[in-house]
């Protein structure tokens, strides 16, 4: 992932909000670069290349029908998981040091980017990661701190929670964000979220460019051959839908569903063959396909 110049975006955002100005943008091979005189009456040019990348959609499943109670907790869950999984796939090298992840919060869920159109390989395994975690809460049926009696006095049950994901591909650019997080634009974040919005169940849903990807190197089921991360010993299914309309776009995407086994995950982080195949199968997706909008 390319450094953001953060001088540079700070005088292009002061350019922006009017304390400076914008003085001209012009087609560059690749992308744009935009010219701009900050507050101090100085020159700068901002070259911005738009990058392929793999973009993860993930959110909670009946967010809103949880009491504040139950969202605050939903959150915390789900954002604590995604941090902890890439940490844990770092530190077996799953996500090399040289790819970071891009983690964009969306309230009742959040947006990964892999801004590496060859990391089809990172962002699978995250998703498989984030699932298991979430069912290892669920199996749990107590979560972090969250008792049974708590649970049940909800209006709505905390536990269990299903997370619906997508995944998509497109451009993106890194720019610099709030309190100088990492941020994205771009048509594959659209893209991601849009697919995401199809779905009012415990989805996975996969952008038809992306099952390009994945049949290039022998099916979602097939790419476990190419070895670590891709193999989860997933039995996973691929249907085609219909296109489908949402809000302004049209998309064309396929339903993934399935189990998993994190077997290999096991070895690789120093338990026996036994130690793996002894561990759960886990769900992933859903086959009702009565709540995908149509």
């Not at 700070?10 to 701009?36: D, E, L, N, R, W």
């Not at 969250?146 to 997508?166: D, G, L």
Request: aromatic share 8%; charged share 20%.
């Amino acid at each position: 992932m390319r450094k953001v110049d953060e001088e540079l975006w700070k005088g292009f955002g002061k350019a922006v909000t009017s304390k400076g100005t914008i003085t001209g943008a012009k087609p560059v091979p690749g992308g744009t670069t935009y010219s701009f005189r900050d507050e101090a009456g100085q020159d700068w040019n901002l070259s911005l290349r738009p990058r392929t990348a793999y973009v993860i959609g993930i959110d909670t499943v009946g967010y809103s029908r949880r009491s504040l109670n139950g969202q605050l907790l939903l959150t915390t869950w789900l954002f604590s998981i995604i941090q902890r999984s890439i940490e844990n796939l770092r530190n077996i090298n799953w996500i090399p040091n040289s790819q970071p992840c891009v983690l964009i919060p969306t309230g009742d869920g959040a947006m990964i980017v892999i801004d590496d159109d060859a990391r089809l390989d990172v962002a699978t395994a995250l998703i498989y990661h984030v699932q298991m975690w979430v069912e290892d809460i669920n199996r749990r049926h107590l979560g972090q701190k969250v008792s049974s009696k708590f649970n049940k006095s909800q209006p709505y049950p905390i536990v269990p929670i299903q997370c619906r994901y997508a995944l998509a591909k497109g451009e993106i650019i890194l720019m610099k964000g709030l309190n100088k997080e990492l941020n994205t634009v771009g048509p594959g974040m659209v893209t991601c979220a849009r697919i995401l919005a199809a779905s009012k169940g415990a989805h996975f849903l996969v952008e038809a460019e992306v099952q390009d990807d994945y049949d290039a190197l022998g099916g979602i089921d097939g790419v476990q051959q190419q070895g670590d991360p891709w193999n989860w010993w997933q039995r996973l299914h691929s249907a085609l839908m219909p296109e489908k309309k949402v809000k302004t776009a049209t998309l064309t995407f396929y339903n993934v569903f399935g189990k998993f086994k994190p077997g290999p995950l096991i070895v690789r982080t120093g338990g026996s063959r036994g130690d793996a195949e002894g561990v759960p199968w886990y769900n992933l997706g859903s086959h009702d396909v009565s709540t995908i909008v149509g």
